[in-house]
């Protein structure tokens, strides 16, 4: 079984930073489109990040561009999202994807075949 690792959440201040990671130990991961999502209390999930296969199309949800940057480490199985300026409304459970060969609709949770088990991001004073 595939199994995604993420690490790196926790609580941070206003304005502050955070780097999560993923680590994929069972991926060729240039193999694979990978993404950030998370879901907040009350709220669906949603695309907050995600690169194609290829690194030629990137996605960031509109509440955080400028803001947070995906990348990847193939050698390292490991991609990460490095979260900056971050807001009270960035607080959500964040989750990593990986999927075969995607290069559209990168926000399409349900295109995701891989899924991490998910960490807490909590931004507040």
């Known amino acids: 079984q595939v199994q995604l690792v993420e690490s790196g959440g926790g609580l941070v201040q206003p304005g502050g930073s955070l780097r999560l990671s993923c680590l994929a130990p069972?991926?060729?991961?240039?193999?694979?489109?990978i993404g950030w999502f998370r879901q907040a209390p009350g709220k669906e999930r949603e695309g907050v990040s995600c690169?194609?296969?290829?690194?030629?199309?990137?996605y960031y949800a509109d509440s955080v561009k400028g803001r947070f940057i995906i990348s990847r480490d193939n050698a390292k199985n490991t991609f990460y999202l490095q979260m900056d300026s971050l807001k009270p409304e960035d607080t959500a459970v964040y989750y990593c994807?990986?999927?075969?060969?995607?290069?559209?609709?990168?926000?399409?949770?349900?295109?995701?075949?891989?899924w991490g088990q998910g960490i807490q991001v909590t931004v507040s004073s």
């Open positions: 690169l194609s296969v290829d690194d030629r199309v990137t």
């Open positions: 994807a990986a999927t075969p060969g995607l290069t559209v609709f990168l926000q399409e949770g349900s295109l995701y075949d891989y």
């Open positions: 069972a991926l060729t991961l240039g193999r694979y489109a």
